[in-house]
């Protein structure tokens, strides 16, 4: 080329010219040029690069959100995303290892053993053994100053040959990232290469990234596994509730002279009050009870109350006889913090005489027809503290036109929204005036005169109690 020529080589991009290289006479030297023209094609590479890690972990990511739907198995989530890391960084010799679990063992134990793709058997049960020391590539998730350490430095990579512990493969690079879901370590990440290798921040970047998206899936696994569980104990919650309303009364005896009305609200699907409604011996039992608690071990405890009071009453008996036999059954039954209380009356239908007992209940009422309210105070101690516990019977009439109301606790704690008890003293003031109606209200505008007192006292607040009412009245 001859010395004075001058060398152009156009620089095109998308068709459009933007510019040019040139060579010769009153240009730069080339040995000036050389360096410009080395040091844009580093920058352009690092550029591709960096597109490329951005290509793969979009695709990553992508790939990874699919588990954000669906997938219940935590392994599997955990094993995609090792697969994903190892697939993109495709180093040669590249073993990975990946782990998602609680920073304590028995929240790790819980989900499962950690994933590892590449690493040997000898090797696996090594890294697998809970309480050898930790090496020191990883990120330990754990309480205090090193879980604030792993929130805020949640990566890391070294160069060393050989690892500081069993618990880890042999290797010559590794680098790691913590799978921390809203602050909070749930598990950590690593990858090992057998030859030596500094991991770049690209790289370092990409992994924190699947590490990210991986804490996310992790967690909605878990989600998605805690809401098939609630479903199901919704089920078996349904299930014993209709259990538990078949162990009440499904209809209420008939009688020409007495009408009968029942409110029976449990807080929960399933509760702890109960009530019962028979004829025995040609006479009327009338039985209430609340079970310490609320919920199902109220329930579980309430169906053995039952069961052993309607043994008992109908073998026969007075009702302290009764009381007495059910108060051994639970203190042989159960533990000294399981216990009820309960009341239970015989009312004869032909002249309206009550005989009644009570054991740690709440006494009972007669709205009488002539105006006025009475209250059946008998004193007792709760079934199932005392095995040697004695009940007395009290006796009462029902003339024509009264009617007896009994009740759980938890229709007279009813709270307003300012706080307040609803209380006997207000159900006893409320009956009072009811009574100068009472001779011509039947049970079910007595019962529905105090529900409506309840509810305007109470409003929208939620029921704390089971709430249970009946209402025998004389016609």
């Known amino acids: 080329m001859a010395a004075d020529r001058v060398c152009t080589e156009p620089l095109v991009v998308g068709g459009t010219r933007i510019g040019a290289i040139v060579a010769g006479p009153g240009v730069t030297p080339l040995d000036r040029l050389l360096p410009l023209i080395a040091q844009t094609a580093v920058e352009w590479c690092h550029g591709f690069l960096e597109l490329r890690h951005a290509v793969d972990e979009l695709g990553v990511l992508i790939e990874l959100s699919s588990l954000l739907v669906g997938v219940e198995d935590v392994s599997r989530v955990v094993e995609r995303a090792l697969d994903s890391v190892l697939r993109v960084l495709a180093a040669q010799r590249r073993v990975g290892r990946a782990a998602a679990g609680g920073h304590r063992r028995r929240d790790l134990r819980r989900r499962g053993r950690p994933a590892s793709r590449g690493i040997a058997r000898s090797e696996r049960r090594v890294a697998d053994q809970p309480r050898e020391p930790e090496p020191r590539t990883r990120v330990r998730p754990a309480r205090g100053s090193?879980?604030?350490?792993?929130?805020?430095?949640?990566?890391?990579?070294?160069?060393?040959?050989?690892?500081?512990?069993?618990?880890?493969?042999?290797?010559?690079?590794?680098?790691?990232?913590?799978?921390?879901?809203?602050?909070?370590?749930?598990?950590?990440?690593?990858?090992?290469?057998?030859?030596?290798?500094?991991?770049?921040?690209?790289?370092?970047?990409?992994?924190?990234?699947?590490?990210?998206?991986?804490?996310?899936?992790?967690?909605?696994?878990?989600?998605?596994?805690?809401?098939?569980?609630?479903?199901?104990?919704?089920?078996?919650?349904?299930?014993?509730?209709?259990?538990?309303?078949?162990?009440?009364?499904?209809?209420?005896?008939?009688?020409?002279?007495?009408?009968?009305?029942?409110?029976?609200?449990?807080?929960?699907?399933?509760?702890?009050?109960?009530?019962?409604?028979?004829?025995?011996?040609?006479?009327?039992?009338?039985?209430?009870?609340?079970?310490?608690?609320?919920?199902?071990?109220?329930?579980?405890?309430?169906?053995?109350?039952?069961?052993?009071?309607?043994?008992?009453?109908?073998?026969?008996?007075?009702?302290?006889?009764?009381?007495?036999?059910?108060?051994?059954?639970?203190?042989?039954?159960?533990?000294?913090?399981?216990?009820?209380?309960?009341?239970?009356?015989?009312?004869?239908?032909?002249?309206?005489?009550?005989?009644?007992?009570?054991?740690?209940?709440?006494?009972?009422?007669?709205?009488?027809?002539?105006?006025?309210?009475?209250?059946?105070?008998?004193?007792?101690?709760?079934?199932?503290?005392?095995?040697?516990?004695?009940?007395?019977?009290?006796?009462?009439?029902?003339?024509?036109?009264?009617?007896?109301?009994?009740?759980?606790?938890?229709?007279?704690?009813?709270?307003?929204?300012?706080?307040?008890?609803f209380g006997k003293q207000r159900l006893l003031a409320m009956l009072t005036q009811l009574s100068e109606h009472s001779g011509s209200s039947s049970a079910y505008d007595v019962l529905g005169g105090i529900l409506r007192e309840l509810r305007q006292f109470g409003g929208l607040t939620v029921r704390q109690d089971d709430s249970t009412i009946v209402v025998v009245r004389r016609t």
């Open 146 to 421: 090193t879980a604030r350490s792993s929130r805020s430095r949640t990566s890391g990579s070294t160069r060393a040959c050989a690892t500081t512990s069993r618990s880890a493969p042999r290797a010559c690079g590794a680098s790691c990232a913590g799978l921390v879901f809203r602050g909070k370590p749930i598990g950590v990440m690593r990858v090992y290469s057998h030859a030596p290798r500094v991991f770049s921040e690209l790289d370092k970047r990409l992994l924190r990234s699947i590490a990210q998206q991986a804490a996310a899936a992790v967690q909605q696994s878990k989600l998605i596994r805690d809401r098939r569980r609630d479903r199901e104990m919704e089920r078996q919650l349904r299930l014993a509730a209709n259990i538990q309303r078949r162990m009440l009364p499904r209809v209420v005896p008939d009688h020409p002279l007495y009408d009968i009305a029942v409110h029976y609200e449990p807080s929960f699907e399933v509760g702890g009050d109960f009530y019962d409604l028979f004829e025995v011996g040609g006479r009327l039992a009338i039985a209430v009870g609340d079970v310490v608690g609320k919920g199902v071990p109220a329930a579980m405890l309430m169906s053995l109350v039952r069961t052993s009071f309607r043994a008992h009453a109908e073998g026969g008996g007075s009702p302290a006889e009764v009381l007495s036999r059910v108060n051994r059954d639970l203190v042989r039954d159960s533990l000294d913090s399981e216990f009820a209380t309960m009341w239970f009356g015989l009312l004869d239908p032909a002249d309206g005489s009550l005989a009644c007992a009570g054991a740690g209940h709440e006494p009972p009422m007669l709205v009488r027809a002539a105006g006025g309210c009475d209250e059946l105070a008998i004193g007792g101690l709760v079934v199932g503290i005392d095995a040697d516990a004695a009940y007395e019977v009290q006796h009462a009439t029902l003339a024509p036109g009264d009617a007896l109301v009994a009740y759980t606790d938890g229709a007279t704690d009813v709270m307003s929204f300012g706080g307040q008890r």
